[in-house]
């Protein structure tokens, strides 16, 4: 769905949707090491409203109005300068099978219960 990176797979922080398991996932990779894991369940078929918050405390992730999700603390990747909707680092792979309707940016971290009524 999201992926902010240094052009590469080893520094990024990525959304992606696991159609298989039925989970969206936000994750953080620095050095290529996973640092941060945040999920939350979602119904195949369905419109997802979700929403996430990275910080030094960690990753929270919000979808469809639920309670926010808390990941473990993580290292953050440096050097992030390109951005990509819809499909994977070099735009050439995971393509999103769907539409984004909306995307915003908040230069600061948003607190839980901002994160849960965006997602509504």
Not at 65 to 70: H, Y
Request: hydrophobic content about 35%; some cysteine; proline content about 2%.
């Amino acid at each position: 769905v999201l992926n902010a990176s240094d052009g590469t797979n080893n520094n990024r922080l990525h959304v992606f949707i696991d159609g298989s398991n039925g989970f969206t996932t936000t994750r953080e990779i620095v050095a290529g090491v996973q640092q941060g894991n945040c999920a939350f369940t979602i119904s195949q078929k369905t419109n997802i409203r979700a929403s996430f918050a990275y910080s030094s405390a960690g990753v929270t992730a919000s979808g469809n109005a639920s309670v926010p999700t808390v990941g473990n603390n993580a290292t953050h990747p440096t050097g992030i300068n390109k951005l990509s909707l819809g499909s994977g680092v070099a735009g050439t792979g995971s393509f999103l099978n769907g539409y984004i309707a909306k995307c915003a940016f908040y230069p600061q971290r948003l607190i839980s219960a901002e994160l849960q009524a965006f997602s509504k």
